[in-house]
């Protein structure tokens, strides 16, 4: 039976619990946030981890998804934080398995596509966060990004998306080095009109 309203809308979960609606991140990103944590002291590092609200779905039993801060809630669980803050947005958890994965995709909270940028089934997706693969493509997203090459985006999976463009036009062993000439080249083809189909595209430069 389907519950009536959300039972604990905020929960503090330990990271290794969180279970992940991707399979893959930016291993760069991740190194990058626990620097920036690194570089905090005791009182920053409380109010880090209040200002991170992890946006969460119960699924099959009562595990507590999460459908956005990957990269900062294995960083955490690498620094072996004790909890997290998360606020459940919906209650899939009277679902079975094969239908929740249909609805969390369909809601398009859940992103099941491998380092390759290829399909995989939902049992593909890491029953926990430090199983989760290294994207390199998508540490140059945020590189990109991060260098004005595009906006930030609301659209879901955005990064991804920009990931899977630059995996066709950049060769793996460039993308996993990501050296100045690799982030030139990725920014010129992110100003390029072949990227505007992309969410945060903000076309060409001069």
Same mark, same amino acid.
């Given at each position: 039976?389907?519950?009536?309203?959300?039972?604990?809308?905020?929960?503090?979960?330990?990271?290794?619990?969180?279970?992940?609606?991707?399979?893959?991140?930016?291993?760069? &990103?991740?190194?990058?946030? @626990? #620097?920036?944590?690194?570089?905090?002291?005791?009182?920053?590092?409380?109010?880090?981890?209040?200002?991170?609200?992890?946006?969460?779905?119960?699924?099959?039993?009562?595990?507590?998804?999460?459908?956005?801060?990957?990269?900062?809630?294995?960083?955490?669980? &690498?620094?072996?934080?004790?909890?997290?803050?998360?606020?459940?947005?919906?209650?899939?958890?009277?679902?079975?398995?094969?239908?929740?994965?249909?609805?969390?995709?369909?809601?398009?909270? #859940?992103?099941?596509?491998? &380092?390759?940028? #290829?399909?995989?089934?939902?049992?593909?997706?890491?029953?926990?966060?430090?199983?989760?693969?290294?994207? +390199?493509?998508?540490?140059?997203?945020?590189?990109?990004?991060?260098?004005?090459?595009?906006?930030?985006?609301?659209?879901?999976?955005? &990064?991804?998306?920009?990931?899977?463009?630059? @995996? #066709?036009?950049?060769?793996?062993?460039?993308?996993?080095?990501?050296?100045?000439?690799?982030?030139?080249?990725?920014?010129?083809?992110?100003?390029?009109?072949?990227?505007?189909?992309?969410?945060?595209?903000?076309? +060409?430069?001069?």
């Amino acid at each position: 039976m389907p519950p009536h309203g959300l039972r604990h809308p905020i929960l503090a979960v330990a990271p290794q619990r969180l279970r992940p609606t991707q399979v893959t991140v930016g291993r760069r &990103e991740v190194a990058d946030k @626990r #620097a920036q944590w690194h570089a905090l002291g005791r009182k920053k590092r409380a109010a880090l981890i209040a200002a991170h609200w992890f946006p969460g779905v119960l699924g099959p039993a009562d595990e507590v998804y999460i459908v956005d801060h990957h990269h900062f809630g294995l960083a955490m669980l &690498e620094e072996a934080v004790e909890q997290v803050p998360v606020i459940v947005q919906r209650d899939f958890s009277w679902l079975d398995a094969d239908t929740f994965w249909r609805t969390m995709e369909f809601n398009r909270w #859940a992103h099941p596509y491998d &380092e390759r940028g #290829a399909r995989t089934a939902y049992a593909a997706i890491p029953a926990g966060l430090a199983q989760l693969r290294d994207d +390199p493509y998508r540490s140059l997203a945020a590189r990109v990004r991060e260098a004005g090459g595009c906006a930030k985006d609301a659209t879901p999976y955005a &990064e991804f998306l920009w990931a899977d463009f630059l @995996r #066709a036009r950049i060769a793996p062993k460039a993308a996993a080095k990501a050296g100045a000439r690799t982030l030139e080249r990725a920014l010129a083809l992110a100003h390029s009109r072949e990227a505007g189909y992309l969410p945060g595209w903000s076309g +060409p430069i001069g």
